[in-house]
């Protein structure tokens, strides 16, 4: 499952040490770097043991990424993340396992959402989350609710 991750970048990278730093600090994760590359992949634990690894491709921004977040926004009702989406250049695309556990999920986008100062795009394109979105999410998956990733 792909989410989209809107990064406010001119070029497509990713700063790995800044995510790992992130996702410690506010995320009570593990984050590292198992292949550094172009498309890394990461590692991430959560303090509740909870993993996933995902493989983040960071590329330019399409007019239809920045179709697809205006159609989450009003979807989802989220409202001003649309108008977010459009200032970053450059997305990454986090690439995670079909049955990668919900809180891992949320926790990893919660951390590349931190750095890449953008909203996040999950697969079902049903709505636009930040940050707090994100922390909610993984809140609800670790209190045990059924949340798809």
């Given at each position: 499952?792909?989410y989209?991750v809107?990064?406010q970048?001119?070029e ?6 800044a995510i790992a730093?992130h996702g410690?600090?506010?995320f009570r ?6 292949r550094p590359?172009?498309a ?19 590329r ?9 977040a205006?159609?989450a926004?009003t979807r989802?009702?989220?409202?001003g ?8 250049e ?7 396992d079909?049955?990668?556990p919900?809180?891992?999920?949320f926790?990893?986008?919660g951390?590349l959402?931190?750095v890449a100062?953008?909203p996040v ?5 049903s709505?636009l989350?930040g ?6 999410r993984?809140?609800l ?9």
């Amino acid at each position: 499952m792909i989410y989209l991750v809107f990064a406010q970048t001119h070029e497509p990278r990713v700063d790995v040490p800044a995510i790992a730093d992130h996702g410690r600090k506010f995320f009570r994760c593990d984050i590292e770097c198992k292949r550094p590359a172009e498309a890394p992949v990461l590692s991430v634990v959560l303090d509740t043991g909870a993993s996933t690894e995902l493989k983040v491709r960071p590329r330019k921004a399409s007019r239809d990424d920045h179709y697809a977040a205006r159609e989450a926004e009003t979807r989802g009702q989220a409202a001003g993340m649309g108008a977010l989406a459009e200032k970053c250049e450059c997305v990454w695309q986090a690439e995670f396992d079909d049955d990668a556990p919900p809180a891992a999920v949320f926790a990893a986008c919660g951390a590349l959402a931190s750095v890449a100062l953008g909203p996040v795009l999950p697969p079902d394109r049903s709505t636009l989350f930040g940050v707090r979105g994100a922390l909610e999410r993984l809140t609800l998956a670790q209190a045990g609710e059924t949340l798809q990733p």
